[in-house]
């Protein structure tokens, strides 16, 4: 079996100490939703990965098919953005809302 060795200039002088020890963050932290233009009390996502209030994005939705549907598709509300989605593909993400509600603390997004 061949190896082959690559090198990534940026990593090139990376010592690896353990999993914790790289963390690569480059996605800009959204404070208010697109649809409500209103704070993130909740985050949630899409199949396309675009970050919204949950109770927000599901409203969006429900107000499109009603409260019982959850298989028919919609468009993302990110201007913009073509991806589709059904209403079991919104997910929370209690990660970026971790993200969120610290850059808060820090003073980092003003809302």
Same mark, same amino acid.
């Given at each position: ?23 690569? !963050? ?35 939705? !429900? ?49």
């Amino acid at each position: 079996m061949q190896q082959y060795k690559t090198e990534v200039p940026f990593f090139k002088n990376f010592v690896d100490g353990g999993d914790d020890d790289l963390v690569i !963050e480059d996605e800009e932290l959204i404070g208010k939703c697109a649809i409500s233009k209103r704070p993130i009390q909740q985050a949630a996502r899409t199949t396309c990965k675009h970050i919204f209030d949950y109770n927000s994005l599901v409203q969006f939705y !429900e107000q499109k098919f009603g409260k019982k549907q959850d298989k028919k598709e919609l468009g993302c509300p990110q201007p913009g953005c073509q991806a589709i989605f059904k209403k079991a593909d919104i997910k929370k993400d209690l990660a970026y809302q971790r993200k969120l509600d610290q850059a808060r603390r820090d003073g980092e997004i003003s809302d």
